[in-house]
């Protein structure tokens, strides 16, 4: 397999920066100082008699943290994402038989994954109905089974 000429894997410093804070965050460690803050804020409470400033504080940090994490959250989830969509995509496109239709369905509209959800559901009702168990469905058989429906019935409207 020939080299890849492109930047090193996490090249820039933000990369770098939010893989080791979403692995921090994610740590039994970081759990553990985040209690200890929170406890060690409230056991705080009396020596400032729970003054407002002792509130905001807490507040304040919080706020700032959450504010923070959701972008971390969202970049790593994002991250996942794409990674899942190309294994599965990479699965479809070497399985003998999938309808490589399926690849880069994550840019469909709403109504139009609708639309393939409804085929879905159709197909796993036509599968509990079938004999056999390796008989297989997919959006081109079902496509051509359509077609010569609507050639052989005079009830099926025909829109070609």
Known sequence: MAKSKSKPKNSNFFEKFANAATKFTGSSFAFI???AIVIIWAVTGPVFHYSETWQLVIN???TII???MVFLIQKAQNKDGKAIQLK???LIAAQQGA???MVDIENLSENELDQLHKFYVT???LAKKEADIHCSH???VATALNELKV???KHFKNDK
């Open 151 to 153: 050639k052989t019935n």
């Open 60 to 62: 304040t940090g919080t």
């Open 66 to 68: 959450t504010f923070l």
């Open 138 to 140: 997919s959006i081109d």
């Open 99 to 101: 309808s490589n239709r």
């Open 33 to 35: 100082a985040a209690t």
């Open 123 to 125: 197909i796993a009702e």
């Open 88 to 90: 599965l995509n990479e």
